[in-house]
C-alpha cells in the first residue's frame, strides 16, 4: 500500500508511531548516559575508597621497654631539649636483643628494619609527657615500617611479600598470631607533615598550606571580582575600552589554567620578589585564575535583578551608589556566592599554576603563616602519586578522600551561608 492510498488518519498514525519511537530512543540513550555517567562515578570513587581506607590505618608492634634512665643519661626533671636528644633508638634496639639473646649481627639488623625510625622519636614524645616512668617497664607500641605495614594489611593473606626475607617473615608471623602486631587508626596521616619515610608521612602541613591558600585567594578574589562586576554592570560608559575589557575577561576563563602560573612567576616573582612556595605566592596565583569565573557570574547575577526594583528606588530618590548597594547587591549576592563556590573548588583542584611557582617542594615542616614555606593538597597527592613506594600510592589515595572531604565541607559551608543570606532577604 503507497502513502497515496492511506487516509490521512492512517498517516497521522504512522507519524505519531515513528515519533513515539524516536522519543522511546531517546529517553533510552539518555537513561543510558546517565547510567554510564553515575556508574563511572562509583567505579571512581570506589575504586578511591577501597585503596585509600586502608591508609588510615596503621601498624603497630606492642613489646615490653625497660625505660633504663642510666642508659638514656636522663632523670624525672629533665628538661625537654635534653630528653630530646636522649639515645631512644638505642635503648630500643637493646629491648629488642634482650627479647631475642641468639640473634646473629645480621638477624640483628633485619629485626631492626621492621621498626620505623619514627619509633625513637615516638618513645621520646612519650617520655617528654609522662618524665615519672623513668626506670620502668612500659607497654608500648611501635610503630612499624612500611614494608611491614604493607605485607600486614594487604599481603599476609597472600601470603607473599618481595622485600620481606624468610626469617623476617617468621618473626611477622609470630608476633600477628600472638597479637603483638596489629593495626590501629593512622593519627600521624593528620598530624604531620610530609616525610620520606611513608609510614611517617601526613597531610596536616598540605592540609594548611591549602587552607592559607585558598584564604589568600578568597580575601584577593571576592572582593575584586564583585567589584569589577557591579563596575562594568553599573558604571561603566558605553566605550569600545571597556568593550575589550569585557571581552578579555570572557576569554581569560578559557585560558589553560598553567598559564597563569607562567604570569605569577613572571610577575609576582621576577618583577616583584614574593618567596617561592609559599601560601602568599600561590594565592595570588591562585586569584588570577579564580576572577574571571567570579565577575562572570557575578555580572550574571546582578542581570537577574529586576530593573522594576531599581526604577522603584529610584522613584523614592534613592542615588546610583544606594540602588546599587542597598538593593541590587543584596538581592544579587547568593549568586555571586554561588559563582564564587565554583572558582574556590577550581583553584582548589589546580596544581599545574603551582608548581611553576615552587609548590613542589618537599616541605616537612606545618606552615603557621601566608610566608612559610608550604605545598597543597593536589600537588602533594601528585608528589605521593610520582613516587615508587607501594605505601605512598596507597596514601595518594587517602589524600584524595582527604581533599573530597575538604572540598564538600567548604562548599557545605558556602551552600549554608547562601541560604542564610537568602533567608535574611
Do not use: C
Not at 613572571?266 to 591562585?286: D, E, H, K, M, Y
Not at 522603584?312 to 551608589?321: D, T
Not at 549576592?333 to 572558582?343: D, E, F, N, S, V
Amino acid at each position: 500500500m503507497t502513502d497515496s492510498s492511506l487516509s490521512t488518519r492512517q498517516k497521522v498514525e504512522r507519524s505519531l508511531a515513528r515519533r513515539r519511537a524516536t522519543e522511546t530512543r531517546f529517553h533510552a540513550l539518555g537513561f543510558m548516559a546517565v547510567l554510564f555517567g553515575l556508574l563511572s562515578v562509583v567505579v571512581l570513587f570506589g575504586d578511591i575508597l577501597l585503596k585509600g581506607s586502608s591508609t588510615f590505618r596503621q601498624t603497630v608492634i606492642v613489646t615490653d621497654i625497660h625505660l633504663d634512665a642510666q642508659f638514656l643519661g636522663l632523670t624525672p626533671r629533665s628538661k625537654e631539649a635534653h630528653i630530646r636528644r636522649a639515645d631512644f633508638e638505642g635503648l630500643i634496639r637493646q629491648q629488642l636483643h634482650a627479647a631475642m639473646p641468639t640473634m646473629t649481627e645480621d638477624e640483628a639488623r633485619e629485626l631492626h628494619r621492621l621498626i620505623s625510625i619514627g619509633a625513637a622519636w615516638q618513645l621520646s614524645d612519650w617520655v617528654v609527657e609522662n618524665p615519672q616512668h623513668l626506670n620502668q617497664t612500659i607497654r608500648f607500641e611501635l610503630l612499624a615500617d612500611h614494608l611491614v605495614d604493607q605485607w600486614f594489611k594487604h599481603d599476609r593473606r597472600k601470603g607473599i611479600s618481595q622485600r620481606l626475607s624468610d626469617v623476617q617473615l617468621s618473626w611477622l608471623h609470630e608476633w600477628a598470631d600472638s597479637g603483638q602486631m596489629y593495626t590501629r587508626f593512622n593519627r600521624l596521616f593528620f598530624t604531620h607533615g610530609d616525610s620520606q619515610e611513608p609510614e611517617l608521612a601526613g597531610v596536616r602541613g598540605a592540609m594548611m598550606g591549602t587552607f592559607l591558600t585558598l584564604m589568600v585567594t578568597l580575601v584577593l578574589s571576592f572582593p575584586i571580582g564583585i567589584a569589577t562586576a557591579i563596575y562594568l554592570e553599573q558604571f561603566a560608559p558605553a566605550r569600545q575600552w571597556i568593550n575589550l575589557v569585557e571581552i578579555n575577561i570572557n576569554n581569560l576563563a578559557a585560558v589553560p589554567s598553567i598559564t597563569f602560573g607562567l604570569l605569577g612567576l613572571a610577575i609576582f616573582i621576577n618583577l616583584f620578589g614574593v618567596t617561592r612556595s609559599t601560601p602568599l605566592i600561590g594565592g595570588l596565583v591562585l586569584t588570577l585564575m579564580a576572577l574571571p569565573t567570579i565577575i562572570i557570574s557575578a555580572r550574571a547575577a546582578i542581570k537577574s535583578v529586576p530593573l522594576s526594583i531599581q526604577e522603584a528606588a529610584y522613584g523614592l530618590g534613592a542615588s546610583k551608589v544606594q540602588v546599587v548597594f542597598h538593593h541590587v547587591l543584596p538581592l544579587a549576592l547568593p549568586g555571586m556566592l554561588t559563582g564564587t563556590i565554583l572558582a574556590m573548588a577550581q583553584a582548589l583542584g589546580a596544581t599545574a599554576p603551582l608548581l611553576l611557582i615552587g609548590m613542589v617542594a618537599f616541605v616537612v615542616d606545618v606552615p603557621n603563616a601566608i610566608s612559610d614555606p608550604s605545598t597543597v593538597l593536589p600537588v602533594q597527592i601528585f608528589l605521593w602519586a610520582d613516587s615508587p613506594e607501594r605505601a605512598f600510592i596507597e596514601r595518594t589515595s587517602g589524600a584524595i578522600l582527604v581533599l573530597l572531604g575538604f572540598l564538600i565541607s567548604m562548599n557545605t559551608l558556602a551552600v549554608l551561608l547562601r541560604q542564610r543570606i537568602e533567608r535574611r532577604r
